[in-house]
T-cell receptor
Framework: DAEITQSPRHKITETGRQVTLACHQT?????MFWYRQDLGHGLRLIHY???????NKGEVSDGYSVSRSNTEDLPLTLESAASSQTSVYFC???????????FGPGTRLTVT | LAKTTQPISMDSYEGQEVNITCSHN???????ITWYQQFPSQGPRFIIQ???TKVTNEVASLFIPADRKSSTLSLPRVSLSDTAVYYC???????????FGIGTKLQVIP
């Protein structure tokens, strides 16, 4: 069965370190998204991609970057982790714009 | 982007029908209305999507009036397992950047 996975599921890192969160989908979807979820803020879009080599900034993109070298993967990199980036991160994918998004299980990141 | 407004929280007893209304006054002609459900420690899950009038699936119904400035998600005979956060989204086919907002936290009481 097709699926979307995230790794690691839990990560503790120190301030200033570079961190990369992986997202892999086997739906063969064109669109992929990264969100962060914090209490009181719901889900906020970080970056999104419409296809290979395409990336776009979302509403909270500062301090994050993504690259899309193939259809299946959209890794999220925190260039220099900050305590404000402690959050739960969700990756999602969809076939087209109006289609439902399929979400991964999430990665809980703690920056100390 | 069309902004959505929905209640922050709702309580309901088991077995009752629950209606969650979402307002989206600035909805565009080509926007769809989509609802997601999220359980604790999980990613959101698609429930239902509609454009106008009424849509029904095995989980819920979605009612959309003619002016499309609001929509109502209806959950028939809720159970404890329906306790979750429900998000209303508005998005168009060619514009994929959607806003989830805070959602409505539904608590089902025994």
């Amino acid at each position: 069965d097709a699926e979307i996975t995230q790794s690691p599921r839990h990560k503790i890192t120190e301030t200033g370190r570079q961190v990369t969160l992986a997202c892999h989908q086997t739906w063969n979807h064109n669109n992929m998204f990264w969100y962060r979820q914090d209490l009181g803020h719901g889900l906020r879009l970080i970056h999104y991609s419409y296809g290979v080599h395409d990336t776009n900034k979302g509403e909270v993109s500062d301090g994050y970057s993504v690259s899309r070298s193939n259809t299946e993967d959209l890794p999220l990199t925190l260039e220099s982790a900050a305590s404000s980036q402690t959050s739960v991160y969700f990756c999602a994918s969809s076939l087209t714009g109006a289609d439902e998004q399929y979400f991964g299980p999430g990665t809980r990141l703690t920056v100390t | 982007l069309a902004k959505t407004t929905q209640p922050i929280s709702m309580d309901s007893y088991e077995g009752q029908e629950v209606n969650i209304t979402c307002s989206h006054n600035n909805i565009a002609t080509n926007d769809y209305i989509t609802w997601y459900q999220q359980f604790p420690s999980q990613g959101p899950r698609f429930i239902i999507q509609g454009y106008k009038t009424k849509v029904t699936n095995e989980v819920a119904s979605l009612f959309i009036p003619a002016d499309r400035k609001s929509s109502t998600l209806s959950l028939p005979r809720v159970s404890l397992s329906d306790t979750a956060v429900y998000y209303c989204l508005v998005n168009s086919g060619g514009y994929q950047k959607v806003t989830f907002g805070i959602g409505t936290k539904l608590q089902v009481i025994p």
